[in-house]
């Protein structure tokens, strides 16, 4: 999985062995950045999982992204990364069961990223609507198949394949 634009573009994530997880699509990030300009952004990544979207964020200007998972093996990887690709200062790992993290945030985010399992208990994902700052976006990445019924709230729902994104404006 590479980095798709921006000042890392081209740099390739360590692989993950942990079956259990779904990196987003390099397409799929090319669409959320296209779309949105995250110059000086301050970015919540949740279900970090190979950071793959903080990563590309930093890369493309954000001013620092926060990764949000619940495993310690892959918030140690992500933290390897930021520090083999000299950026460790803009990258903030927290581990934490993600909707526990909602209750506990305190901060303001201008782009606020989840792409959780896809599983039957698809999580509601409007609690962090709450964290954003004036003017950002919420990006939520939910099965194309079977949308939960909040997505419908969403102000764009774009299809990509097996994922869509669901798309938040504050």
Known sequence: MRITAGDL????????KDKG????????????????????FKVLDLYAGTGSVGFEAISRGASSAVMV????????????TAEKWKIAEKVICRRNDVL???????????????????????PDLRIFLQALNKGGFAVFEIPSRNPPAW????????????????IFCH
């Open 100 to 122: 526990r993290f909602a209750e506990q945030n305190q901060e303001k985010y201008d782009l606020i990223f989840a792409d959780p399992p896809f599983s039957k208990e698809y």
């Open 9 to 16: 573009r081209g740099r390739v994530l360590p692989p993950i």
């Open 21 to 40: 997880v779904r990196p987003t699509s390099s397409k799929t990030r090319e669409a959320i950045f296209n779309m949105l300009a995250v110059e000086g």
């Open 69 to 80: 998972d619940i495993s310690s093996k892959l918030l140690q990887a992500i933290k390897e």
């Open 151 to 166: 997505a419908s709230e969403a102000a764009k729902i774009r299809r990509y394949g097996e994922s869509s994104l669901a």
